[in-house]
């Protein structure tokens, strides 16, 4: 009987790195997606840039499995959920604590909110939780930065207002 030899190959698997990309193509389609309000442009964009780094994958083998992916908005949350390891949630919640008035060239009414914000991005290795950054691209809301993730912003009354985190992605704060 004939010994069987041993013949060792190395297995390419999904690691930090593959997840990694996911997450932040993910990122970027939330953050098209989140500044037009639409669910169906952040899927159309995710699946545009996918198409990229699939060229770049067959190129430089990177290792990128094929997936299958989800995107879904709602009230104060973005999702990015990928059929392998590797997620992207953003997630915000804004709660109404009183008004003021601001001296501008004329005197307007703000209200002033309490809002918790931050990324959850799930790979092979966890979980990690980033708190981003605020902006304000109009210069017109108030905005202070209390903790992590906690913020106390004031906007101008009466309108929808758009604050901006350092990656582009969109937060509505409604009166």
């Known amino acids: 009987m004939a010994l069987r ?14 997840a990694a990309e996911l997450i932040h193509v993910a990122r970027l389609a939330v953050a098209r997606g989140s500044f037009l309000r639409s669910e169906s442009e952040a899927y159309s964009y995710l699946t ?10 067959e190129t430089y083998k990177l290792r990128i499995p094929p997936v299958l992916y989800s995107v879904r908005f709602g009230n104060g949350w973005y999702n990015v ?3 392998v ?3 992207f949630y953003a997630y915000y919640d804004v ?3 009183g008004n003021y008035t601001k001296q501008r060239e004329v005197s307007l009414v703000y209200y ?7 990324h959850n991005y799930t790979g ?9 950054d605020l902006w304000d ?3 017109q809301a108030d905005i202070e930065k209390v903790g992590d993730g906690e913020w106390i912003v004031g906007v101008p009354a009466s309108e929808e207002y758009r604050l901006e985190d350092n990656f582009g992605i969109s937060l509505w704060i409604r009166p």
């Open 5 to 18: 030899q041993p013949n060792p190959r190395i297995m390419p698997g999904f690691d930090y790195l593959q």
């Open 48 to 57: 545009f840039l996918l198409d990229r780094l699939y060229e770049y994958n």
């Open 81 to 83: 959920t990928y059929n």
């Open 85 to 87: 390891s590797a997620g």
């Open 95 to 97: 709660v109404y604590i």
């Open 112 to 118: 002033k909110f309490e809002l918790r914000y931050y």
């Open 124 to 132: 092979p290795w966890g979980y990690v939780l980033l708190y981003p």
């Open 137 to 139: 691209p109009l210069g």
